[in-house]
């Protein structure tokens, strides 16, 4: 074989990667080439061909799945929806020193205030606190996002009492805040005897000193309750019947409020109210004359809950605001500063004034708010006909 060919044949092995570099160099000076020629060649085409990657082994794992349940990093801002007057006057400030969150808290008077905006996508809220049966309603529209429990480490906190709610089947959506009762506020140094029933807002006596509270469900609630009937009944028997003792009690109202007759209370301008017992405890505070009682009749118990909208941009932030308020420490904070009782069971011994979880005999007479369904709309005109009455 000639040396043309053996030379020939040795730039073919290498440049088709069938010789190494050093194999490559050794043979070529054994052929007569110089080490100039061959410096030259090499630099032209970068040194030779790179060795081909070996195969992955066919026995390596497969690369992880994406987790489903990360919702990346904490981030910095977080926007919530609350009712007023219904969280202690440091938990924010101490969630923002904690962790470095920014937060922007707006409040609401009504679930149908809170819902409306909701509804039409205002306000890029991260979180909003609805009352159970509006929980339902959410989740059904398709509006919440569900939790992951994996950021809820302090989930263990939560009484028995409020894990799989009828409202929140497996606790999908919603962390419980605060939980209480609506019943009767009034002034005892002037109201005598003390009033035991929803038919003290039928009596004359009390004509402009007394108010129920700005709320559809609350108001037909109790004068359903008042006859002996559901608070959810939809039978347009019992719903014309409540109308007609509605129409006749406004009459005698002052006016139809929530939250804000608590200043009224302690004024003593209005004597008689419709209430929620933790308004009342606040109201208390400042005029101790002020009592609570939940008719013979009854009346309802709700628990509201922290839920995160579908829509939230800062959701993980969120997540982290509701493991802060599981703690015992923060959640005793909230419920001495509203007068509420508290889901944490682990927080019930840190209370100044806990609100004892109902017994069996008080729950007989205590009663959930439920999603009305199809009869939403029949309520809807009911209250309209009873505000414009």
């Keep these: 074989m000639s040396h043309k060919t053996t030379r020939d044949q040795l730039f073919a092995d290498f440049m088709s990667g069938r010789k190494d570099r050093r194999s490559f160099i050794r043979d070529a000076i054994t052929l007569g080439a110089s080490v100039t020629a061959l410096g030259a060649f090499l630099e032209a085409c970068g040194g030779g061909p790179e060795p081909a990657a070996a195969p992955p082994p066919t026995d390596a794992p497969p690369a992880p799945a994406p987790d489903p349940d990360d919702l990346g990093p904490i981030g910095t801002e977080l926007n919530i929806y609350n009712w007023s007057d219904y969280i202690a006057e440091d938990t924010v400030a101490l969630f923002e020193k904690e962790t470095g969150i920014k937060v922007r808290y707006d409040t609401y008077e009504s679930n149908e205030e809170m819902m409306a905006k909701l509804q039409v996508g205002a306000g890029g809220y991260d979180m909003v606190v ?17 939790l992951k429990k994996k950021y809820l480490t302090n989930w263990g906190n939560v009484a028995p009492l409020f894990l799989d709610p009828a409202f929140d089947p497996g606790n999908e959506y919603a962390v419980p805040w605060q939980w209480g009762t609506t019943g009767i506020a009034y002034r005892s140094d002037k109201v005598n005897p003390p009033p035991d ?11 402009r000193r007394m108010t129920q509270m700005d709320d559809v469900r609350d108001v037909i609630g109790s004068w359903l309750r ?20 509605a129409i006749a009690s406004k009459a005698l109202l002052k006016a139809y409020i929530s939250a804000p007759v608590k200043g009224q209370l302690v004024a003593g301008d209005v004597l008689v109210a419709q ?15 002020i009592k609570y009682v939940v008719p013979k009749e009854g009346g309802s118990i709700w628990t509201d809950s922290l839920v995160i909208p579908k829509t939230a941009p800062n959701k993980r932030a969120a997540h982290e605001f509701m493991n802060f308020i599981l703690r015992p420490d923060i959640a005793a904070g909230i419920s001495n500063f ?13 209370l100044e004034s806990p609100v004892p979880y109902p017994d069996e005999e008080e729950r007989k007479r205590l009663e959930y708010q439920k999603d009305l369904g199809a009869a939403t709309d029949a309520w809807d005109q009911l209250w309209t006909d009873i505000k414009s009455a």
Excluded: C
């Design 275 to 289: 209430l929620w017992n933790g308004d009342t405890a606040q109201a208390a505070v400042e005029e101790p004359s």
């Design 338 to 350: 509203t007068g509420y009782g508290t889901p944490n069971a682990a927080a019930m011994d840190k």
């Design 197 to 207: 029933s929803w038919g003290i807002f039928l009596d004359p006596k009390w004509r």
């Design 226 to 245: 008042y006859r002996g009937h559901s608070l959810n009944a939809t039978d347009p028997a019992l719903l014309d019947a409540a109308k007609a003792d």
């Design 130 to 146: 609805p009352t159970g049966y509006i929980v339902t309603v959410l989740g059904a529209q398709g509006l919440l996002a569900p």
